[in-house]
Nanobody, 117 residues
Framework: QVQLVESGGGLVQPGGSLRLSCAAS????????MAWYRQAPGRQRELVAA???????NYADSVKGRFTISGDNAKGTVYLQMTSLKPEDTAVYYC???????????WGQGTQVTVSS
């Protein structure tokens, strides 16, 4: 079973930056997709950014130009660099990996990001 642990969340002022990290443990043969989702209070979980095993990326329109996803398939790690943060970016951020063997689909426990002055 693949387990994910996120880190890097916290409180930041509007316009600030944070870098989230996600580390996987367990047996991983290959990774299809690494992604970050977020869920704000009273809202559904939404995709923030994703990167395929081949390196293709896609982003939610609300974060394009401000957030950058990157990953290391060999290590099973994924990062989310967040800049120009806005109060509306406040949410719990979740790491998500899909890969093999299995295939497996694993979620992290979430890390809180709060953007406030």
């Amino acid at each position: 079973q693949v387990q994910l642990v996120e880190s890097g969340g916290g409180l930041v002022q509007p316009g600030g930056s944070l870098r989230l990290s996600c580390a996987a443990s367990g047996i991983i043969f290959s990774i299809n997709v690494m992604a970050w989702y977020r869920q704000a209070p009273g809202r559904q979980r939404e995709l923030v950014a994703a990167i395929s095993g081949g390196g293709s990326t896609n982003y939610a329109d609300s974060v394009k130009g401000r957030f950058t996803i990157s990953g290391d398939n060999a290590k099973g790690t994924v990062y989310l660099q967040m800049t120009s943060l806005k109060p509306e970016d406040t949410a719990v951020y979740y790491c998500h990996l899909v890969g093999r063997p299995g295939p497996f689909s694993s979620w992290g426990q979430g890390t809180q990001v709060t953007v406030s002055s």
